[in-house]
């Protein structure tokens, strides 16, 4: 048997390589079309991300306009008006805490019998609270002093002090006082003459009952004349 190999070119096993290169080139095929993806959708989010902030950048644009556009059309003389209101309004609800009535009391307590008031005016202060104006006529000074002194006793007025005077007509004295009014302040306790405060007996169990007269003449019971 002949063994010896007479071809001119030797037969060489390639189904390996070949297996080998078809693999290789999957892999990158594979690669190129993942990375081909990648890109596109970066690309296109970042198409979107450009777009919204070219819509962004518009909106702001219009707004800076529409709000200096409001700027020009605010007029300063109506804003004033507003704040005027706004302020009338915090004063209306600050004076829900005034009560007339309380504040007639007082009067009443501490006017003197040669005093009388023709008219009262409180206003606001930011600084000093409620402030009054009361218009009082006199027989004299003296009387007006009195009535000052009276009203600062109580507490509840402070810096009471007179603005304005002059002799009317008939000879009275006319004063306009300007004080400060705190409705909060303790009220004075009211004033007991000796006859309205009870009589303690001397066990302090309050006022002793009062004995009934007992007559001195006329008829008793069953029409019997006592001596």
Partial sequence: MIRTNLSTRPFYNERAVHIGLIVL?????????????????????????????????????????????????????????????????????????FSWTELLNRFEKTLPDEVRISSVSPRLDRDKGIMLLVHVKARGVDDVQEFMENLEATGAFKDAEPV??????????????????????????????????????????????????????GRGRGGATRP
């Fill in 164 to 217: 304005q005077d002059r002799l009317d007509d008939e000879g009275q004295w006319e004063t306009t006082l300007d004080m400060g009014y705190i409705p909060e302040a303790a009220k004075p306790a009211a004033a007991q003459t000796p006859e309205e405060k009870p009589a303690a007996d001397p066990a302090g169990r309050g006022a002793a009952p009062e004995e009934p007269p007992v007559p001195t003449g």
């Fill in 25 to 97: 080139a999957v892999i990158v095929l594979l690669a190129t079309a993942y990375n081909v993806s990648r890109i596109l959708r970066y690309s296109s989010s970042d198409t979107r991300l450009a777009t919204q902030a070219s819509r962004d950048e518009a909106r702001a644009a219009d707004l800076r306009q529409e709000a200096a556009r409001l700027r020009a059309s605010v007029d300063p003389h109506q804003v004033e008006l507003a704040s005027a209101g706004a302020r009338q309004a915090n004063d209306l609800i600050d004076r829900r805490t």
